[in-house]
Every structure is written in structure tokens, then in C-alpha cells.
């Protein structure tokens, strides 16, 4: 079994920064995605970032050159730095992970943009 920790949301004002985290743990052999997916009220979860075991990259194009998703191998961890957040960048902001060839998701950790 896989357990998915996130950490790092919160209120920032327009124009400020977050940094999240997801730790991964438990028995992992593999872990080929990771990705950062966010639910606002009424809407459907949609994908923010992610990135492959290659560290390809893909973003939506509504975060793209704000958002830096980033992972350390070593620590089975991953991150977004949220830059630049805008009201509309309010969420909840969830991890997901393909790991041993199974998909785990995270808790949610909530991000809220407002003055």
C-alpha cells in the first residue's frame, strides 16, 4: 500500500506564491507518474501538472509559466510552486500517483487565493 502526505496549502494574496509537497511512502517499486490535479467548487478535478519518470512535463495551459512541478527520486516526492496566483487558481489542490501500477490520490489540501 502507497500513502500519498500533502503539505503546503493555504490563503496568499493575488500575485503571491505557494510552494505543495506530496510525499509518497510505503512499499513503492515503481513510481511512474506524479501529478498535481485541482477541484474548485461546482467544477470537475482537472490536471495542473505533471510529470513522468522520464521528467516529462505537461501543464494546463491556464498554469503554464506559473506553475513549476518538480520531484525528488530519492525522497518519493513531489512539488508544485504556484507563482503568480490569481483567485481563479482557488481550489483544492490534490496528488496523484501512479505507483507499483496503481493510481493513489492524496487527501487535498486546500489553496485559496484572496485579498
Known amino acids: 500500500q502507497v500513502q500519498l502526505v500533502e503539505s503546503g496549502g493555504g490563503l496568499v494574496q493575488p500575485g503571491g506564491s505557494l510552494g505543495l509537497s506530496c510525499l509518497a511512502s510505503?512499499?513503492?517499486?515503481?513510481?511512474?507518474?506524479m501529478g498535481w490535479y485541482r477541484q474548485a467548487p461546482g467544477k470537475q478535478r482537472g490536471l495542473v501538472a505533471s510529470?513522468?519518470?522520464?521528467?516529462?512535463?505537461n501543464y494546463a495551459d491556464s498554469v503554464k509559466g506559473r506553475f513549476t512541478i518538480s520531484r525528488d527520486a530519492a525522497k518519493n516526492t513531489v512539488y508544485l510552486q504556484m507563482n503568480s496566483l490569481k483567485p481563479e487558481d482557488t481550489a483544492v489542490y490534490y496528488c496523484?500517483?501512479?505507483?507499483?501500477?496503481?493510481?493513489?490520490w492524496g487527501q487535498g489540501t486546500q489553496v485559496t487565493v484572496s485579498s
Open positions: 496523484y500517483v501512479v505507483a507499483n501500477g496503481n493510481n493513489y
Open positions: 510505503g512499499s513503492i517499486f515503481s513510481l511512474n507518474f
Open positions: 510529470m513522468t519518470v522520464g521528467r516529462t512535463t
